[in-house]
């Protein structure tokens, strides 16, 4: 089981990249998905979730509008184009699926709100893709 993401790099402020989870010895439509990202000095913040059931999606404020996540079931990956980057959204990014939604449900709200690999396991917690917007 794991989950591998790639994609990240230097881009110019107003510029666009598209990360990658591919996932490996599962399979991902039958699981809610995130992005999380750690910027230095900060906590990891949730920036995108869906569920597996309805295609809900959560997007924290600081993103709406610019990112968008979605999944290619034939292809067993997840990704976040995320389009007029801005400084503040240099990070690392990690992608995440989650293995306890009874659990997730039972706590409330969504997966974006439990953000690392002390709640999912590292099994489902992808490596990091560092993304940088800078001039």
């Known amino acids: 089981v794991q989950l591998q993401a790639s994609g990240g790099g230097l881009v110019q402020p107003g510029g666009s990249l598209r990360l990658s989870c591919a996932a490996s010895?599962?399979?991902?439509?039958?699981?809610?998905v995130g992005w999380f990202r750690q910027a230095p000095g900060k906590e990891r913040e949730g920036v995108s979730c869906?569920?597996?059931?309805?295609?809900?999606?959560y997007y924290a404020d600081s993103v709406k509008g610019r990112f968008t996540i979605s999944r290619d079931n034939a292809k067993n990956t997840v990704y976040l184009q995320m389009n007029s980057l801005k400084p503040e959204d240099t990070a690392v990014y990690y992608c995440?699926?989650?293995?306890?939604?009874?659990?997730?449900?039972?706590?409330?709200?969504?997966?974006?709100?439990?953000?690392?690999?002390?709640?999912?396991?590292?099994?489902?917690w992808g490596q990091g893709t560092q993304v940088t917007v800078s001039s």
């Open positions: 010895g599962f399979t991902l439509d039958s699981y809610a």
């Open positions: 995440a699926a989650d293995p306890i939604p009874a659990l997730t449900a039972a706590l409330g709200g969504s997966m974006c709100d439990y953000a690392g690999p002390e709640y999912f396991g590292n099994d489902y």
């Open positions: 869906m569920s597996s059931s309805d295609g809900t999606t």
